[in-house]
């Protein structure tokens, strides 16, 4: 059965900095792109961050603008999300998400991640 948890969410000011980690369970880590998503109230679900293999190619959202770190541990079968500088409109559930660069696409619940004024 194939798991992907994410922790880390919260409630930070403005400005301040949350670490996000996503443990996964049931595929072979090492072969997944992994990608951090978000969903802001109304909004459709959008990509914060992608990182296709350790060393390998990463893209993030425009409006990320260096504000936020991805990175993958293949020896824990995590993948974690720095974000630093938060704002206001950074407030979303944060979802992780497996790809087996084929077919097969697996999600996370879901982290909430609320930014306060």
């Known amino acids: 059965q194939v798991k992907l948890e994410e922790s880390g969410g919260g409630v930070v000011h403005a400005g301040g900095s949350l670490r996000l980690s996503c443990t996964t369970s049931?595929?072979?880590?090492?072969?997944?792109?992994m990608s951090w998503y978000r969903q802001r109230p109304g909004q459709k679900r959008e990509l914060v961050a992608g990182l296709r293999r350790a060393d390998g190619e990463i893209e993030y959202g425009d409006f990320v603008k260096g504000r936020f770190t991805i990175d993958r541990d293949d020896t824990q079968n995590t993948v974690y999300l720095e974000m630093k500088r938060l704002e206001p409109d950074d407030t979303a559930v944060y979802y992780c998400r497996a790809w087996d660069y084929g077919a097969f696409i697996y999600w996370g619940q879901g982290t909430q991640v609320t930014v306060s004024e």
């Open positions: 049931g595929i072979v880590f090492s072969g997944y792109a």
